[in-house]
């Protein structure tokens, strides 16, 4: 059974950091894409970043560029989500999501159907 599973979630201060987990079980991630997604209280899930599977390309949303760090390690079958200078407007539920075409720069990860999803992790930015 393909399943992903987030860890990392929390409550943090303003500036502060957290790093995000997605790990996968049931197959490996090795060409897929990896997506990490959000969805705060009353607004639209959103792409925040994402990781090719072909050639490793990364891609984020304006709002985390410079401030957010997406890698994967696939000897531990995990991609992270490295967040720094964490803001308010941060805090949402944060997803990964795991798509089958795993992209590369013709075909570059935040245009991909992501078919597999993980269950979130809350992330609160406050002080």
């Known amino acids: 059974q393909l399943q992903l599973v987030e860890s990392g979630g929390g409550l943090v201060q303003p500036g502060g950091s957290l790093r995000l987990s997605c790990a996968a079980s049931?197959?490996?991630?090795?060409?897929?894409?990896i997506g990490w997604f959000r969805q705060a209280p009353g607004k639209d899930r959103e792409g925040v970043s994402c990781?090719?599977?072909?050639?490793?390309?990364?891609h984020y949303v304006e709002s985390v560029k410079g401030r957010f760090t997406i890698s994967r390690d696939n000897a531990e079958n995990t991609v992270y989500l490295q967040m720094n200078s964490l803001k308010p407007e941060d805090t949402a539920v944060y997803y990964c999501?795991?798509?089958?075409?795993?992209?590369?720069?013709?075909?570059?990860?935040?245009?991909?159907?992501?078919?597999?999803w993980g269950q979130g992790t809350q992330v609160t930015v406050s002080s």
């Open positions: 990781i090719s599977g072909r050639d490793g390309s990364t």
């Open positions: 999501a795991a798509a089958e075409r795993g992209g590369d720069s013709r075909n570059p990860c935040p245009g991909l159907e992501y078919q597999y």
């Open positions: 049931g197959f490996t991630l090795d060409y897929y894409a």
